[in-house]
C-alpha cells in the first residue's frame, strides 16, 4: 500500500511528465501503478483501504444496545447457545428483537466472547491435502486413467481414413 505522502509525490511525478508530453500508458508502466489507479488517486477520493477511517452508520448499535445483547448472552438460560438460537428464543418466548443474529455473532466477537457455546467439539482443520514428491525412481506411483492408442493418441482424436 502506498502511503498518502508517496501518492502525492507519484500524482506529481505523473503531472510533470504528461506536461513534458509523456503518455500516462508509459508514465504508469514505469512508476510500477495502474492507469486507473492514477486517476483515482489525483481525483482525491476518499481512502477505500481496510485501515481507512470510516464514518459510524446512522443505524449503528448504541453502547447501551450492545451492552444489551451481552447481557442476554451471559444469562444462564443462553450461556451455552449459539446467538442463531438466542435470537429465535427472544423471539418466540419473550417478543423481544434486541439485533440481528449478525449482530451477536458481531458483538460476541469484539468483546473477545466467541467461541463454541455448545458441548459439541469444535471443529478440527486438516489443513491443506498432502502432496505427493517423487524425487527418486519409485517413490510416488499413482494409476493412468488416460487411454492411448499404440501411437499415444487419444481415440476421439484420430481422425478416420
Known amino acids: 500500500m502506498?502511503?498518502?505522502?508517496?501518492?502525492?509525490r507519484t500524482i506529481e511525478l505523473v503531472n510533470e511528465a504528461l506536461a513534458a508530453g509523456a503518455r500516462l500508458r508509459?508514465?504508469?508502466?514505469?512508476?510500477?501503478?495502474?492507469?486507473?489507479?492514477?486517476r483515482r488517486w489525483s481525483q482525491g477520493r476518499v481512502d477505500g483501504r481496510p485501515g481507512a477511517q470510516r464514518p459510524v452508520p446512522a443505524h449503528a448499535l448504541t453502547r447501551?444496545?450492545?451492552?444489551?445483547?451481552l447481557d442476554v448472552c451471559h444469562r444462564p438460560?443462553?450461556?451455552?447457545?449459539?446467538?442463531?438460537q438466542i435470537v429465535a428464543r427472544l423471539l418466540d418466548d419473550e417478543r423481544l428483537y434486541l439485533a440481528s443474529e449478525s449482530s451477536f455473532y458481531r458483538i460476541l466477537h469484539e468483546a473477545g466472547q466467541q467461541r463454541r457455546r455448545g458441548r459439541q467439539a469444535a471443529p478440527h482443520h486438516k489443513g491443506p491435502p498432502r502432496r505427493h514428491r517423487?524425487?527418486?525412481?519409485?517413490?510416488?506411483?499413482?494409476?493412468?486413467?488416460?487411454?492411448?492408442?499404440?501411437?499415444?493418441?487419444?481415440?476421439?482424436?484420430?481422425?478416420?481414413?
Not at 64 to 69: A, D, F, G, H, K
Request: charged share 15%.
Open 2 to 8: 502506498t502511503n498518502a505522502t508517496d501518492r502525492r
Open 26 to 38: 508509459s508514465i504508469c508502466v514505469e512508476l510500477g501503478i495502474g492507469q486507473n489507479t492514477y
Open 64 to 69: 447501551q444496545e450492545r451492552q444489551t445483547v
Open 77 to 84: 438460560a443462553f450461556a451455552s447457545l449459539p446467538p442463531a
Open 134 to 161: 517423487a524425487d527418486h525412481p519409485n517413490a510416488c506411483w499413482t494409476w493412468d486413467v488416460t487411454y492411448a492408442d499404440a501411437s499415444g493418441h487419444h481415440p476421439a482424436s484420430v481422425s478416420p481414413r
